[in-house]
């Protein structure tokens, strides 16, 4: 059973047959039969402080906690979390760390608590002569320093701290669960309120500073499409404190208040669900639904509008068709430059498209833009 626990396997293989797991960070046994009722082997797990929060772990490295059993605690969330990055974190972690990334601050924390690596650190000082257990303390002290100097800085261990949050999932092996009473939940009513509250306050705050705030907050009347890095600034933004929130907290809060006005939210998230999070939390929209759903609907009605105005596409025309819908579901947005990148490329591109389209693309791209967002 552990054995076949502990056996690594790559995220593309595992989401084929778990949809819903990004990476294998960690597995865990059910013994129906007692097998593992008593240990058969003397283990030290490398997470040695489970019921420390990791932001608090990480408050305790920035006011000088550092034993060893701090460091390993950490560098094991860490350690979980790095499988989980997306690339645009890694690049985020880069920027605050000095250039290092999250396996790169791991591998130092891991090496600080290595008693070999003090010796070996110490040895280099005191060739030929065998150091002494004073120099070898040092030596272990600058390791610790050194290790945790990216953590240092503030800003990213918030921004750890908020990706930490988007996928750390607290298991409680002890507590046995028990049904105190049924009915509805008001505190759990109560913490969703706030939550939407803070949500919108921060969107009011912010509705001139952040680019895809003005954009969306001007619809229909905007002159520009809000593009897709104009959404993740935003994401990352709400994600960060003071506001502190992934997609799924704020679609679950409203979910709570609301449900009879909100749809479910997708499997497959998308960033650009941002959008209609902001879109209805603004009173734009009567209903929260996915992104990509708001635009398929979008695309469909305007399809059967076409019909009604006596316009045909042939089939090329709705293959491509299709394919702008799909790229603004994901992204918000589609202009010309896009149709540089797939799937747009594997069909031929901007010099396909104007064949396709003659001279009413311009206009093609523009209605779409217009019609599937806003």
Not at 35 to 51: G, I
Not at 317 to 331: C, F, K, P, R, Y
Not at 339 to 361: H, M, N, Q, R, Y
Request: charged residues 30%.
């Amino acid at each position: 059973m552990k054995g076949r626990g502990t056996r690594v396997i790559d995220s593309d293989d595992l989401m084929a047959v778990t949809p819903d797991a990004k990476t294998k960070t960690h597995f865990i046994l059910v013994d129906a039969v007692g097998v593992c009722e008593s240990e058969k082997t003397q283990s030290f797990p490398l997470d040695r402080q489970k019921s420390v929060p990791t932001p608090k772990l990480l408050n305790n490295i920035a006011i000088g906690i550092r034993d060893s059993d701090t460091l390993s605690s950490l560098a094991s969330r860490l350690s979980r979390l790095d499988l989980e990055l997306e690339p645009r974190d890694i690049e985020r972690i880069k920027a605050l760390s000095g250039g290092k990334s999250l396996t790169s601050i791991v591998g130092d924390l891991m090496s600080a608590i290595d008693p070999d690596k003090a010796y070996d650190r110490a040895k280099e000082k005191t060739k030929p002569h065998e150091p002494m257990e004073s120099q070898c303390n040092k030596a272990k002290e600058e390791l610790v320093i050194s290790a945790c100097s990216p953590l240092d800085n503030p800003e990213l261990r918030e921004l750890l701290t908020a990706l930490n949050r988007k996928t750390e999932q607290t298991i409680d092996t002890t507590t046995v669960d028990k049904i105190i009473q049924s009915g509805f939940d008001q505190q759990a009513k109560d913490k969703a309120s706030a939550v939407v509250k803070k949500f919108e306050q921060f969107i009011e705050e912010n509705k001139d500073k952040i680019t895809a705030l003005q954009i969306l907050y001007n619809l229909p009347y905007k002159k520009r499409h809000v593009t897709y890095e104009e959404i993740r600034e935003l994401a990352e933004k709400i994600e960060m404190p003071p506001c502190g929130f992934t997609t799924d907290t704020l679609w679950r809060a409203y979910e709570q208040l609301e449900k009879s006005k909100v749809r479910p939210a997708s499997i497959q998230k998308q960033l650009t669900d941002i959008v209609s999070l902001v879109r209805f939390a603004i009173h734009q929209e009567e209903v929260l639904e996915p992104f990509k759903e708001h635009v398929e609907h979008r695309f469909q009605e305007w399809l059967k509008s076409q019909q009604l105005l006596g316009k045909t596409f042939n089939e090329k025309q709705i293959q491509w068709l299709t394919m702008i819908a799909e790229h603004i579901a994901g992204s918000g947005s589609v202009d010309k430059n896009d149709f540089l990148l797939p799937p747009f490329s594997g069909s031929g591109g901007i010099i396909k498209a104007k064949e396709v389209f003659g001279d009413g693309l311009d206009e093609v791209i523009e209605e779409l833009n217009s019609v599937l967002v806003g």
